[in-house]
């Protein structure tokens, strides 16, 4: 399994990607971390994602990606993920969640290309949307989507109330939605 990440080189990300590759490198994940060139309007950085799994399943076809926001970091290996055969994500408040994409060998291009012909149609979209609309679609069957628990997309303010005992596989702080707290937190703001 193949840990992937990106930032564009501004704000914290830089220093945020570094922490979430040494944390996965910690646990034994072969890691990607990609910067890529700052980008002009909010619509291109919104699709680096794709960009991203694009140039990195091109590179490296036969493995198992684990698509990781940049504001996150990995407390543990992720052993329910290891060898699992379809696409899995956060789901939340009948919502599937953007910050963390399992997308196994084989699948990649397919979700790709969803992502992308949906985003032609739906061009103010953002791309939690445009992945619920493809993850809804009858492109995809149900058992091939798999709703990731709560340990690997944690959310410490979000989470720990209703999961007090629960033991985080992957930490999402969210900094673009005030995560800023955890960050202060862990040293790294």
Not at 60 to 68: A, F, K, N, T
Not at 92 to 112: E, I, T
Request: net charge negative; proline share 6%; with cysteine.
């Amino acid at each position: 399994m193949r840990l992937v990440t990106w930032h564009d080189g501004r704000g914290l990300y830089p220093k945020l990607a570094e922490g979430l590759a040494r944390s996965a490198e910690a646990v034994g994940l072969e890691t990607d971390c990609i910067r890529w060139v700052e980008q002009e309007t909010v619509d291109a950085a919104q699709r680096l994602r794709l960009k991203t799994i694009r140039r990195v399943s091109g590179e490296h076809p036969d493995d198992d990606l684990l698509v990781v926001d940049a504001d996150c970091v990995i407390h543990s290996f992720p052993k329910m993920l290891d060898g699992w055969k379809s696409l899995a994500f956060p789901y939340w408040a009948d919502k599937w969640f953007s910050g963390v994409w399992y997308l196994p060998r084989g699948m990649h291009r397919g979700l790709v290309e969803g992502m992308e012909e949906t985003w032609e149609k739906m061009p103010l979209a953002v791309e939690r949307d445009v992945l619920n609309e493809v993850l809804g679609s009858p492109r995809l069957r149900p058992e091939a989507v798999l709703m990731l628990p709560v340990e690997y997309a944690w959310v410490e303010p979000m989470h720990r109330k209703t999961n007090p005992a629960a033991q985080p596989v992957i930490e999402h702080f969210m900094v673009n939605m005030g995560g800023r707290l955890t960050l202060r937190r862990l040293g790294l703001a």
